[in-house]
C-alpha cells in the first residue's frame, strides 16, 4: 500500500495521548476483569539467574526510539532482516498484550481457533488473492511440488473452515479469531519489530446473514479494539482508511500517535478530551454499540490515504485542526460476501433458500503493538511501561548485595510480594547502584523498590514510580500490603 513521505507536524505540543493512570496501584488490580487468566509462566525471578542481555551503547542500525529501546534492554534479537527472536522481557510484555487482546475478544463474543501459519495455494486461488497478493507472499513448494504459503492474512482458510462446518442460517452470526504468526515479505522491513516481516497478529472473522447483521459484527470489533488499546494505555485513534488488498467497503484503521509512524494523519483535537477508559457496554445492545461507534466517528479523523482537506475545514474548526504521525495498530474491514461469494461460503436461509454470508475481518497488530507502546511511552531514560503490559509490575533492587542484613531484608521482600501474586524482577546482582538505576529506569518497570544499608536501618525501602520519579519512603513492612491490592 502507498506510504506517504510528508514531514513530521507535531500534534499539539505538551499533549499526551496517553491514558494517564490515575487509580492507585491497589484499586487499578480490583479492576482486573473476572474473567482474566491468570498466566503460569509469568512468574518472579531473580536477575542473577535471568538472561536479559543489556546493550551499554544504542545500537547503530536502530532507526528509532523503540526499536533502540528493545534492543538495549535485551527484549528481541534480529535473526535476518524484519525476523525476530524475542528474549524474555519482550516475550513476557508481548504475552501480556496477546492476553488483553484475547480477553477483549472474548468479552466481545469472538471464538477462539488456531489456524496453521502454512497454507495451500489452493484457496486462494480460488478466491484469486494468489496473483494479487503479489511479492508479499512467501511462496513455498513442499517436497510433492505442491505450491503452498506461509499465510500473510486468513481470510480464505477461515472461509472454507465456516463454510465446512455450517448448515443453517442458526448457526449465525459468528464470529472466529486466532493469534497467529503471519508472514509479509515487506519490500522495506524496517524500525524493528514494528514492521517486520514475520509478525504476530489477532485476526478475527465475522459471518452474519444479513448486511445489517454484519453492521452488528463490525460495531462489536470496533468497540472492543477501543477497550483493548484503552487497557493498554493507548488512545488509539479510529480513522477513516482505505480498504487495500483485503477489498471491502467499510473500514477503519487505528493510530495511535508518534512522530515516528508511517502514516500522516489528520484529525480533531476533540478526540483529546473523549472518553477513553475502558468503557463497560453490553455488546448485545445493538443501539448502544452503534451509539459508540457514532460518536467516535462523528469526529474527522482520517489517515491520508483518505483525507479530504476541503471536508477538513468544513467539519473541524481551525484551532482544533490537528495533523501528525501516527502507527497503525489495527485495522478492521467490512467486506459483505467479497470471500464467502467465490468460495460459495452459504448457509440455508429460514426459506430454505441458500443465503451468502456477509463478513468482515479485523486485525490487530500484537507483537507491532510492543514498539508501539515504547512509542507513545518513554522518556531520556528509557522505557516507561505502562502497568497493564509491564514485563513486571515491581523492580527490587538490592544496593549492596553480599550484605547479610540487607540480602536477608531483600530476600523476605521478594517471597513477600511473590506470595501475593505482583510479578517481581529481584536484581540480586552486585553490580554499581548507579548501574543498577540506569538498567532499571531503562527497562521501564512502573515501580522501583530500592533497600540499601542505610535506609534498612530505619526499617525503610525506598519507593520510586518510573512515570513521574516521585520517590516515597515506605516502611518495609507496609510495602508489600501498598502494592498487594485489596
Ligand atoms: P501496514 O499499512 O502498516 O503495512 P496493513 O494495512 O498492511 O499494515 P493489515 O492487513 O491491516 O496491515 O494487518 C492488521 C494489523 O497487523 C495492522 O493494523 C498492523 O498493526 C499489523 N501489521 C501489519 N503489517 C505488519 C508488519 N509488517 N509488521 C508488524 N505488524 C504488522
Ligand atoms: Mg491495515
Redesign the pocket.
Known amino acids: 500500500?502507498p506510504r506517504s513521505r510528508t514531514p513530521a507536524r507535531p500534534a499539539g505540543a505538551f499533549v499526551s495521548w496517553m491514558i494517564s493512570p490515575k487509580r492507585s496501584p491497589a484499586r487499578r488490580r480490583l479492576r482486573r476483569p473476572a474473567n482474566s487468566l491468570s498466566i503460569q509462566d509469568l512468574k518472579d525471578v531473580k536477575l542473577s539467574q535471568y538472561f536479559m542481555p543489556i546493550l551499554r551503547d544504542a545500537p547503530k542500525e536502530a532507526e528509532i526510539v523503540s526499536h533502540r529501546l528493545m534492543l538495549r534492554a535485551g527484549m528481541i534479537r534480529q535473526e535476518s532482516a524484519g525476523i525476530y527472536s524475542w528474549l524474555p522481557t519482550g516475550f513476557k510484555v508481548m504475552k501480556k498484550i496477546e492476553q488483553i487482546v484475547r480477553e477483549e475478544q472474548n468479552r466481545a463474543g469472538a471464538i477462539e481457533v488456531l489456524m496453521p501459519t502454512i497454507q495451500s495455494a489452493d484457496l486462494w486461488r480460488k478466491s484469486g488473492r494468489y496473483d494479487d497478493y503479489g511479492k508479499e507472499m512467501l511462496r513455498i513448494k513442499d517436497r510433492h511440488e505442491r505450491d503452498m504459503l506461509y499465510g500473510p492474512?486468513n481470510e480464505e482458510m477461515i472461509t472454507d473452515i465456516f463454510r465446512s462446518g455450517v448448515q443453517s442460517y442458526k448457526d449465525l452470526p459468528r464470529n472466529l479469531y486466532h493469534i497467529q504468526w503471519k508472514f509479509?515479505d515487506?519490500v522495506r522491513?524496517r524500525f524493528g519489530?514494528?514492521?517486520?516481516?514475520e509478525?504476530l497478529?489477532k485476526d478475527a472473522y465475522s459471518f452474519d446473514l444479513s448486511a445489517e447483521e454484519g453492521r452488528h459484527s463490525y460495531n462489536k470489533m470496533f468497540v472492543a479494539y477501543l477497550r483493548t488499546f484503552a487497557r493498554m494505555g493507548l488512545k488509539a485513534i479510529p480513522m477513516r482508511a482505505e480498504t487495500?488488498p483485503?477489498g471491502g467497503n467499510l473500514s477503519h484503521?487505528f493510530l495511535i500517535l508518534a512522530d515516528t509512524g508511517?502514516s500522516e494523519v489528520f484529525f480533531d483535537r476533540d478526540f483529546y478530551d473523549m472518553d477513553w477508559t475502558a468503557f463497560s457496554i453490553d455488546f448485545d445492545d445493538v443501539a448502544a454499540v452503534a451509539g459508540v461507534v457514532e460518536d467516535f466517528t462523528s469526529k474527522y479523523a482520517a489517515t491520508d490515504e483518505k483525507h479530504e482537506a476541503a471536508e477538513f475545514e468544513r467539519r473541524v474548526p481551525e484551532q482544533k485542526r490537528l495533523s501528525g504521525r501516527g502507527i497503525?495498530?489495527?485495522?478492521i474491514f467490512y467486506f459483505g460476501s467479497k470471500y464467502a461469494e467465490p468460495l460459495g461460503c452459504t448457509v440455508q436461509g429460514p426459506d430454505g433458500q441458500p443465503v451468502t454470508i456477509q463478513s468482515g475481518s479485523y486485525?490487530?497488530?500484537v507483537?507491532?503493538l510492543v514498539g508501539a507502546i515504547i512509542e507513545a511511552s518513554h522518556d531520556e531514560a528509557g522505557i516507561v511501561w505502562p502497568e497493564p503490559v509491564a514485563p513486571f509490575r515491581i523492580g527490587l533492587v538490592n544496593l549492596k548485595a553480599g550484605d547479610a542484613q540487607v540480602d536477608a531484608a531483600c530476600e523476605k521482600l521478594y517471597r513477600t510480594l511473590e506470595g501475593a501474586g505482583i510479578d517481581v524482577l529481584y536484581d540480586d546482582t552486585d553490580e554499581r547502584p548507579g548501574a543498577k538505576f540506569a538498567v532499571m529506569d531503562l527497562i521501564g518497570l512502573p515501580w522501583q523498590v530500592i533497600i540499601g544499608p542505610r535506609g534498612l536501618k530505619e526499617g525503610i525501602a525506598e519507593v520510586k514510580n518510573r512515570r513521574t520519579g516521585e520517590r516515597e519512603n515506605v516502611s518495609l513492612d507496609q510495602v508489600a500490603r501498598r502494592f498487594a491490592g485489596a
Do not use: L
Open positions: 500500500m492474512t509479509r515487506e522491513p519489530i514494528m514492521r517486520g516481516r509478525f497478529m487495500g483485503i484503521e508511517e497503525e495498530v489495527g485495522h486485525g490487530i497488530g507483537s507491532r
